[in-house]
């Protein structure tokens, strides 16, 4: 190494003293190439990305208003939107219903619509948490998914019980419209009750000239007496009719738009049979503003387990109670009715079709609390509950009819045993599939068995909706200005009576 360096010092010194006239050889050194940098965030590159983060942007923002408007109608929007999403699987506790305190009504509530929100059933057994009440969380079983069926345990206390049924005795029990006929009083009660087709066709033609025409069935159908001619029987009439060419029927069209629909209805020799029969006693609780304290907190916990909003379930029906004694029983039957432009909601006549046919009652859901329990019998019965399908002429098997809970009640698909302070809620109808209410659900077909020993005392909350959004919207606003004018009322002169209120709501 140190030769080597000695050698390159002698060269050196050597070169300065090199001759002139031989050519000066410089050392060889690497050439640098000019290399133009190019600059990776360009100007063009940069415009690319920005295009399509902006793109990207537009296309959420667009995802985002898609989801929010197919959740539900875009009028049905409203301060006290509850989320349709249901308890998850996980079993996180279903938030409360309102933001407002619970027990008092606003009035931006009442002017406006919503969309129905819906609990997952999740598969029949599956249990989830619900926060119903503070410091306490109840647990809601399915018990199936067609009808969506759920049961609460521990809905009321055994003190709520008592205090329900106490005011349901004071106010007093009257006896239900349609009473089934005992076996003395069948032969005397068979004529109001069963009516061939020939009666039919003969009480609808007012003229007595042989043919049926619309003003004759419109005139009939204003009756709410229901045991002979009911909303199904109007469409089928109604659709004969229109199918004709002159507009009228006769004996012969009428037997055939009229009798199909009636062989499960048929008794033996040709008669036809009310299709819905039941036996007991009931009343009607109010549960608005004033009332006894227990109704209102069952009133606030029933908005908590549905998630409705408060509005909705204060403008329905008020809470029915219901006693069965020994024998009683109710046979199978829909609380709600199917949807056709002849009819309308009874709870929203006020903004309703004054030229409908009939009114029928509108019933997305319902929440039956056991208010005792039984010793022997009285079970709730849904006699096609989870069916594959449903078909109306299965429903007669072997002669016997499914709805006739006296004969066929331990022949239903799902019984409940009463149990004092347990709760079932059930939907009556199906979702659109846009956040308001469907079709109505036939399996929640559903009956109580006769009571063979004890007392049956049951409560009956409804929550009333209108098919149509639009007119259950009206009929919101409605109230909302009646209430709006008593409050402006009450404030110069005196307080509304409980009844006034009531018969507003």
Same mark, same amino acid.
């Given at each position: 190494?140190?030769?080597?360096?000695?050698?390159?010092?002698?060269?050196?010194?050597?070169?300065?003293?090199?001759?002139?006239?031989?050519?000066?050889?410089?050392?060889?050194?690497?050439? !640098?190439?000019?290399?133009?940098?190019?600059?990776?965030?360009?100007?063009?590159?940069?415009?690319?990305?920005?295009?399509?983060?902006?793109? @990207? &942007?537009?296309?959420?923002?667009?995802?985002?208003? $898609?989801? #929010? @408007?197919?959740?539900?109608?875009?009028?049905?929007?409203?301060?006290?939107?509850?989320?349709?999403?249901?308890?998850?699987?996980?079993?996180?506790?279903?938030?409360?219903?309102?933001?407002?305190?619970?027990?008092? &009504?606003?009035?931006?509530?009442?002017?406006?619509?919503?969309?129905?929100?819906?609990?997952?059933?999740?598969?029949?057994? /599956?249990?989830?948490?619900?926060?119903?009440?503070?410091?306490?969380?109840?647990?809601?079983?399915?018990?199936?998914?067609?009808?969506?069926?759920?049961?609460?345990?521990?809905?009321?206390?055994?003190?709520?019980?008592?205090?329900?049924?106490?005011?349901?005795?004071?106010?007093?029990?009257?006896?239900?419209?349609?009473?089934?006929?005992?076996?003395?009083?069948?032969?005397?009660?068979?004529?109001? =009750?069963?009516?061939?087709?020939?009666?039919?066709?003969? *009480?609808?033609?007012?003229?007595?000239?042989?043919? *049926?025409?619309?003003?004759? &069935?419109?005139?009939?159908?204003?009756?709410?007496?229901?045991?002979?001619?009911?909303?199904?029987?109007?469409?089928?009439?109604?659709?004969?009719?229109?199918?004709?060419?002159?507009?009228?029927?006769?004996?012969?069209?009428?037997?055939?738009?009229?009798?199909?629909?009636?062989?499960?209805?048929?008794?033996?020799?040709?008669?036809?049979?009310?299709?819905?029969?039941?036996?007991?006693?009931?009343?009607?609780? @109010?549960?608005?503003?004033?009332? /006894?304290?227990?109704?209102?907190?069952?009133?606030?916990?029933?908005?908590?387990?549905?998630?409705?909003?408060?509005?909705?379930?204060?403008?329905?029906?008020? *809470?029915?109670?219901?006693?069965?004694? #020994?024998?009683?029983?109710?046979?199978?039957? #829909?609380?709600?009715?199917?949807?056709?432009?002849?009819?309308?909601?009874?709870?929203?006549?006020?903004?309703?079709?004054?030229?409908?046919?009939?009114?029928?009652?509108?019933?997305?859901?319902?929440?039956?609390?056991?208010?005792?329990?039984?010793?022997?019998?009285?079970?709730?019965?849904?006699?096609?509950?989870?069916?594959?399908? $449903?078909?109306?002429?299965?429903?007669?098997?072997?002669?016997?009819? =499914?709805?006739?809970?006296?004969?066929?009640?331990?022949?239903?698909? +799902?019984? &409940? !045993?009463?149990?004092?302070?347990?709760? *079932?809620?059930? $939907?009556?109808?199906?979702?659109?599939?846009?956040?308001?209410?469907?079709?109505?659900?036939?399996?929640?077909?559903?009956?109580?068995?006769?009571?063979? !020993?004890?007392?049956?005392?049951?409560?009956?909350?409804?929550?009333?909706?209108?098919?149509?959004?639009?007119?259950?919207?009206?009929?919101?606003?409605?109230?909302?200005?009646?209430?709006?004018?008593?409050?402006?009322?009450?404030?110069? $002169?005196?307080? +509304?009576?409980?009844?006034?209120?009531?018969?507003?709501?």
């Amino acid at each position: 190494m140190e030769d080597l360096q000695e050698n390159l010092f002698r060269d050196e010194q050597s070169g300065g003293s090199r001759d002139s006239s031989m050519p000066y050889n410089a050392p060889f050194r690497p050439t !640098r190439l000019p290399i133009q940098r190019s600059s990776v965030c360009s100007r063009a590159y940069f415009v690319v990305v920005m295009v399509f983060f902006h793109v @990207y &942007i537009l296309n959420v923002i667009a995802l985002l208003l $898609y989801v #929010h @408007y197919s959740n539900g109608h875009g009028e049905l929007v409203g301060g006290n939107r509850a989320s349709s999403t249901s308890v998850s699987e996980g079993g996180s506790s279903l938030p409360p219903p309102s933001p407002h305190p619970p027990g008092e &009504i606003h009035e931006e509530d009442r002017g406006q619509s919503f969309s129905l929100p819906r609990l997952e059933g999740i598969r029949v057994g /599956h249990v989830q948490p619900v926060s119903l009440v503070a410091e306490r969380t109840h647990k809601m079983r399915t018990l199936s998914l067609k009808p969506l069926l759920f049961e609460i345990p521990g809905f009321l206390s055994e003190e709520e019980c008592r205090v329900v049924v106490q005011l349901a005795q004071l106010k007093g029990l009257m006896e239900s419209q349609v009473t089934a006929p005992s076996q003395g009083q069948e032969e005397a009660n068979q004529p109001l =009750l069963s009516l061939s087709t020939e009666e039919v066709f003969s *009480l609808l033609d007012l003229n007595q000239d042989g043919l *049926l025409q619309k003003q004759e &069935i419109v005139s009939h159908s204003r009756s709410r007496d229901g045991t002979w001619l009911n909303p199904e029987n109007l469409r089928q009439i109604l659709t004969g009719l229109e199918a004709g060419a002159t507009g009228m029927l006769t004996l012969e069209e009428f037997r055939r738009v009229y009798d199909v629909p009636q062989h499960s209805e048929r008794q033996p020799g040709g008669k036809h049979r009310s299709r819905f029969a039941q036996r007991n006693k009931h009343t009607w609780l @109010y549960q608005g503003l004033g009332s /006894h304290h227990v109704l209102r907190t069952l009133k606030n916990r029933v908005t908590s387990l549905t998630r409705l909003p408060t509005a909705l379930v204060e403008m329905s029906e008020p *809470l029915q109670v219901v006693r069965y004694e #020994h024998g009683d029983f109710s046979n199978a039957h #829909h609380d709600s009715s199917p949807s056709h432009p002849e009819t309308t909601c009874a709870h929203t006549r006020l903004a309703g079709n004054t030229s409908a046919l009939t009114e029928v009652s509108c019933r997305y859901l319902t929440v039956v609390l056991y208010l005792s329990s039984v010793e022997e019998g009285g079970e709730t019965t849904f006699p096609v509950a989870d069916n594959r399908t $449903y078909e109306e002429q299965a429903l007669v098997q072997d002669g016997v009819d =499914l709805t006739d809970v006296q004969e066929t009640c331990g022949r239903g698909n +799902l019984r &409940i !045993r009463p149990t004092a302070g347990t709760a *079932l809620l059930w $939907y009556n109808h199906l979702s659109d599939g846009r956040g308001w209410m469907g079709e109505l659900d036939e399996y929640s077909l559903h009956g109580d068995c006769p009571v063979k !020993r004890g007392l049956k005392w049951v409560a009956n909350s409804w929550v009333n909706v209108d098919p149509d959004h639009q007119q259950q919207a009206r009929y919101q606003r409605l109230v909302a200005q009646r209430y709006r004018a008593k409050s402006g009322v009450e404030e110069h $002169y005196q307080p +509304l009576s409980h009844s006034d209120l009531h018969q507003d709501l």
